[in-house]
């Protein structure tokens, strides 16, 4: 039995949020700028309005 759209969506949604959850964890960790925007940039490929809040 075929996958309905809205059961697509659903599944693009999580793995989104797991994706996002991983980038996250990995800019906190980043030690550096450039690590920092090359995260930041494959994360906006994702999700294009994403902000990585920093704890500064």
């Not at 960790?29 to 500064?56: G, M, V």
């Amino acid at each position: 039995m075929p996958r309905i759209e809205r059961d697509r969506e659903m599944a693009r949604k999580r793995t989104r949020k797991v994706k996002i959850a991983k980038f996250r964890a990995k800019y906190q960790a980043a030690k550096n700028d450039t690590e920092k925007q090359e995260i930041l940039e494959k994360a906006r490929k994702i999700s294009p309005f994403i902000e990585f809040e920093t704890a500064e």
